[in-house]
Each structure stands twice: as C-alpha cells, then as structure tokens.
C-alpha cells in the first residue's frame, strides 16, 4: 500500500469510528516502518480533526465524537511503545491533569472533556471522580502539567473548583497551571469570579479553549 | 347511573412488563449492584445474599426481593402540619408538588436566573401553601445565604414555619437525617406520633448505572426506622448512564429500584417506599438531560406503571420544563408533563415551578403550572353522566328561545363540569390590548404578588416555632455556623 493511501484509510477509519482498523493500521505502518510522525500528523490527525467539523456542522452527535475519540486512544496505544523505542518525542498540544472534584461522583462531563483532550493531542492525566484537590496539584507539579481541569456537577461541590485555586495561592503556585473549569452549574463569569483561566460549555469548546491557551 | 371512567394511559403491555421485570432480577442476581454502605452490605449478607465486601458488590436473589415486595406497603398515607389532613399516596392518586432542590430562581423583574436567598425561600413556601392544585410542598430552594454544611435542613425548617402542606424533602449529607427527622417529630411531638402520621417523604437516589451511594442508602434506612416514606429516584440518562434504549433503561432503573425496596424493607419490614425516578433523555448534541422530551416522559409513564404492577406508590419528575424563561415551551412541556403523569396515575408527580433541567424554580412559572395541574385533575375526573336521564327532561317544552344560561340545571353543574382560569387568556382581542397585551409571566407575577399581599402565613404555632429554632440553630452551631440570616 502507497503511503497516501494508507493515511487516507487511516483519516477513513477515524472519521468512521472503526477501532480495530484504526488499531491495525497503525500496526500495518509500523510494519511498513512509514516515519511514525508522518502518520499521526497525516492519517490520525486529519481524522479527528474531520470529526470536530462534522460535529460543527450538526452532523456528528456525541456518541460519534466519543468513538472516534477512542479509536483515536487505541491507535496511539499502538504507537506510543514503537514511539519510545525509537526515541521520537511527538509533538504533545499541552499536559493536563483532569478530574471531578471532592465530594462528586459525577464523571460523564469530564470523561468527554478528557477524551477529546486525547484525541485532539494533549496528553491527560485522568485522575477519576471524587478527586482531592491536593492530588490535582500533586498531580500537576509532578507531571509538569500546562492545564489543570475541575469538573463539578453539583452546586455544592461546584466551591471545590474555587477552593482549588486558593489552595494554589497558598501554596504560591497560582499561575503556574491554567486552570479550566467546567460542569453544569459553572459558567464563564464563575471562572472569572474564582479566578480560573477559562470555561468551557462542551467538550469540543474545551478543546479549543485549551488550543487558544496553549497559543496554538 | 354509568359509572364514569378514569382516563388511563398505558405504554406496556402485561408481558412487555414481566420481561423487564425478569431482565431487572437477572441483572441484580449475576451481574448485582453497588451499594457503598456497610450497614445495608450488613443487612444483604445476613439475609443471605453474597457480597464481595471489597467491590461492595451484592449478588441479590430475586426471592430475597419479592419477598421484601410482599412486605412494602401498596398504600400510604402522609398528613399535613395539622395532622388532620390525609393524603392518600397509591392506586390511581395523584399528587403535585414543585420540583425540589432548585440550585437558582428566576428573577421576574431582571429576567435572569439567581442565586436564591431566605427571602425567596419564604415567599416560594407561602406561595406554594395557597396553590390548591400542589397538594404537596417540597424543599425547593436551596438558599444560598447559608453554609452549604446546614442547606438541607435549612430548606426543611421554613417549609415547616410557613406551610401546612406535607413536604416531599431529602438529605444532602448523612448527618443530616437526625436534625430533619427532629424538626419533623417536633411538629408533630415526637417519634412515635411522626411514624403514625408521616410528614414527609425522603428523596433517595442511586447512582447510575447500578449503584447506591453510602448518603442515599443511609438516608433509606434511616427514613425506614422512623417511619417515613423514601422515594426511590433511579435517574439513568439514555445513552449516557443507561442503555440508549427506552426499554433497556427501565430494566435498569427496574433493578436499581427493587434494590431500594429492598434495603428499606431488611431495614425496617413494612417500611413506607415509593417507586419513583428522574430518568432523562440524554441529549446526544448537547450532553444535556431534558426533563421536557416525550421520551424522558416516556420512560416515566413506563416505569410508573411496572411500580404500579408491583403493587407499590409511584412518583415521577413530570410537569417541568428545560426553558430558561415562561415561554411556549415552558408551558408546553409543563402541560404535556402533567396531563401525561395524571393520566399514567402517578401518585407523586414533582416538577412544577421547574426550568431549566430541574435546576430553576420559578415563582410564576408555579402559579401557571397551578393552574396546568387543575387541567390535568379535571381530565383524570372524567366525563360523568351527571343526571338520569342526562339531557331528555332538560329538553321538554324545547322552542328556539329556551335560556340555557338560566337553567337551574345550569346553576346546578357549571362550576363543577367546568373551570376558570385566572392565569391562562381567555379574553377578547380587544379586551387583551386593554389590558396592555400582558405577556403571561406578566399576569402570573400579578398573580403572586397579589397571593403573597393577600393571604397570611400559614405560621406554625410559637411554641413549636421556637422548638424548630432551637434544632436549627443547635445544628447550625455543631457545624461551626455562629450565625443565620435574621430568620423572618
């Protein structure tokens, strides 16, 4: 197979949400021995990125975003390790570290958050539900994080967002980590108010938010 | 006379039924379910269930579960303040309360959604006293002028003060059950006088898909032990936390369910529980859960009536809806709510005065939707028959120029047969532009101003007022809270 084709039949099975074909593709190149940041930049990519259109559009709903978004996971699972051995460090968009926070169990928002983060090339460090807030700064230090991500469903659990960020100051790292939130009850003018660097309504607008931030 | 009948919505058929049933107690047995406090694990694994204690996983046997259905009562009964009002909760009843918990309040006179504080909450108690279509009250505004730590039990006490109506409440942490449940037996003068005659219902909801938090569960077999009824509220949203199909989510919110009946009844045998929910549509554009699409009601009537198969009170969240002002849709998916809740018999149907996905009480929105509840009980009233013979003595002595409006038969049945709006138009074109072409949150806000200028609170006595006080403030200090707002 040609390289073009293969990159089309990867962009094909992105665009598609077929995950075993995303997943022997990416075994196909690296059999092929195709320059890997060639196929992530010209196959993957442009899959996902055709996606978030189809999404603008009106024509993909969320359980198509979250297909591609896995397919996305799975190939890179084939990848990353030939990545490694060959010593090839891929272009990440940002580090984020990203969670529900203290006292919530609700984990649908930020798991979508959290996928599309990954598909669209920053690497994320999904810490679950029901987070302590000292772990997400553990969390980012250690990891070197650009992003820290609080989601919250509840009204009452929404203050952990804004405990966070004082647990920040206080510890002299505010401004070190941009901090996104998002959830049901948090809008742009919470994030102002708690000082946050941004919110965003869906995961799609995440990502964005996350790109402008990043400069990208 | 012929007797008449009482309009019945059904959406399943007897086997359609059973399957769902069977599916549920499939799923209970070999996959089993999540309950996340130990004293409900205590309670399966004596009744001989399995349980990994490390998953907090529970296997439960569907004879373990039918049993404790034999032993759930298929009617209950809730009194008002007074003790001397009797609501009957089961069979075809049907009861509105406003939608509870609401996080904001529309503000009439901005337009926008805000935080609600202790005046609001006063007024939304007395308004929701004087609508006589909302049987029920519920804790529906969470005042944000106190500490979140005493919210619960905050909402619970000027329900109290200020209303006579039984109250559909629920707790958002363990802690709090104790203090409800006190300022409840005050009203009543203790434990036992409160088991006898209910005062509230305890809202209970498990954790999607299969799971029972440790602060639900709690609150079951805490409200099992006094007495008072808990409402189970399964809420799979399609596609999201349940299946995508209508079907496959009431398998599972079946399952989640009959868990609940069962953790009330090895809590206390004969204990009060309803089978109830707020399942949702999800919305697969907007990762929303709108309360006011035909298939978020769909899976409501469809559960209402497996809850009603299985012999036990029903409750949904209908009569509510996801716009963010009193518009066309709010009183669309408002009316389609009620209209089909009523016709499904649910016997607790919560969601009046709701916007904005269950997250917005409006004061207005709960007059309009007063006046929808109206509707929705003459339709369940039915066509009757009235008189024998209906129509033929009325006609004797028939010419063009017979008076109907004279008619003592007239006289006799037209405010019986009909109804007459305050809030809905019914003017002339021309008698509408007089009045200034009020667009209908307009008339509605008139309408709670004059309630509020015009009835009194419906206070509690002193001595049981102060008694209150006393629970709510020697609460609020074991939570480190110095001070409440001034209390009206």
């Known amino acids: 197979m040609k390289k073009e084709e293969l990159f089309a039949r990867i962009e094909k099975a992105i665009i598609e949400g077929r995950k075993s074909e995303a997943e022997d593709l990416a075994r196909e190149a690296v059999k092929a021995k195709i320059d890997l940041t060639e196929v992530i930049e010209k196959g993957y990519v442009p899959g996902i990125q055709k996606v978030g259109d189809l999404w603008e559009k009106g024509d993909y709903f969320l359980p198509e975003l979250i297909t591609s978004a896995e397919c996305m996971k799975a190939a890179m699972a084939v990848l990353q390790p030939e990545l490694d051995k060959a010593n090839i460090k891929t272009k990440t968009k940002g580090k984020v570290v990203i969670g529900t926070v203290e006292g919530d169990i609700h984990d649908i928002g930020k798991n979508l958050v959290a996928s599309m983060l990954s598909a669209n090339g920053f690497d994320v460090v999904d810490l679950g539900a029901d987070v302590k807030l000292e772990k997400f700064i553990e969390k980012a230090e250690e990891t070197k994080a650009d992003f820290i991500c609080l989601s919250a469903l509840l009204t009452t659990t929404m203050l952990g967002q804004k405990k966070a960020i004082e647990l920040l100051r206080q510890k002299n790292l505010y401004g070190k980590f941009k901090v996104l939130v998002g959830g049901a009850p948090a809008n742009q003018k919470w994030a102002e108010e708690i000082g946050a660097d941004g919110y965003a309504e869906n995961a799609m607008l995440a990502v964005k938010l996350a790109k402008r931030l990043m400069g990208a | ?488």
């Not at chain 2, 309670?43 to 259905?69: D, I, N, P, Y």
């Not at chain 2, 004969?270 to 709108?290: H, L, N």
């Not at chain 2, 709670?448 to 419906?458: G, T, W």
């Open chain 2, 1 to 488: 006379m012929i007797k008449t009948i009482r309009p019945k919505l059904e959406l399943l058929s007897r086997r359609f039924i059973e399957k769902i049933i069977d599916e549920a107690y499939e799923i209970l047995d070999k996959q089993g379910i999540f309950v996340e406090n130990k004293e409900a694990l205590k309670l399966f694994s004596q009744a001989g269930m399995k349980v990994e204690k490390k998953t907090h996983r529970v296997h439960l046997k569907r004879r373990l579960v039918e049993k404790c259905l034999t032993t759930a009562p298929a009617v209950i009964k809730l009194y008002d303040r007074t003790g001397e009002r009797e609501y009957t909760v089961g069979g075809d009843e049907v009861h509105f309360d406003p939608g509870s918990a609401a996080v904001t309040i529309l503000d009439h006179k901005t337009g926008e959604e805000r935080k609600p504080e202790t005046k609001d909450l006063v007024d939304y108690c007395r308004l929701t006293e004087c609508l006589d279509n909302i049987h029920f009250q519920s804790t529906g505004l969470i005042s944000s002028d106190v500490p979140h730590p005493i919210a619960d039990i905050y909402r619970l006490y000027f329900g109290l003060v200020f209303s006579r109506k039984p109250v559909v409440t629920g707790t958002f942490r363990v802690e709090s059950f104790r203090p409800m449940k006190d300022l409840l037996a005050a009203v009543r003068g203790g434990d036992k006088e409160l088991a006898a005659k209910p005062l509230a219902i305890f809202d209970a909801c498990p954790s999607p898909p299969l799971k029972w938090s440790n602060l639900t569960t709690q609150s079951l077999i805490d409200a099992a032990r006094a007495g008072l009824p808990s409402e189970l509220i399964s809420m799979g949203m399609t596609g999201a936390t349940s299946l995508v199909t209508i079907s496959g989510t009431l398998v599972q919110h079946v399952a989640e369910n009959l868990c609940g009946v069962a953790i009330v009844q090895l809590a206390k045998k004969g204990a009060p529980v309803i089978f109830g929910g707020s399942p949702s549509s999800f919305d697969m554009r907007r990762g929303t859960t709108p309360m006011g699409a035909i298939e978020t009601m769909m899976i409501d009537v469809g559960y209402a009536q497996i809850g009603k198969y299985l012999n036990l009170p029903t409750h949904a969240y209908m009569g509510l809806s996801d716009a963010k002002t009193n518009d066309a849709q709010a009183g669309l998916e408002t009316g389609l709510g009620a209209v089909l809740g009523a016709l499904a018999g649910v016997n607790v149907i919560s969601g009046p005065g709701m916007l904005d996905f269950e997250s917005c009480q409006s004061l207005e929105k709960l007059v309009i939707d007063d006046e929808i509840c109206g509707m929705a009980y003459r339709l369940i009233s039915g066509i009757a028959q009235r008189e024998d013979p209906i129509a033929t003595d009325k006609f004797e002595g028939f010419t063009p120029e017979t008076q109907f409006l004279s008619m003592p038969h007239t006289k006799k049945w037209y405010r019986l047969e009909h109804s007459y709006p305050v809030i809905a138009d019914r003017d002339t074109y021309d008698a509408w532009v007089a009045l200034g072409k009020k667009p209908i949150a307009d008339r509605a806000s008139e309408h709670v101003e004059k309630i509020l200028r015009s009835n009194p609170p419906a206070l509690v006595e002193k001595d049981v007022r102060n008694e209150l006080t006393r629970i709510l403030t020697a609460y609020a200090k074991a939570n480190g809270i110095a001070s409440l707002p001034a209390l009206p």
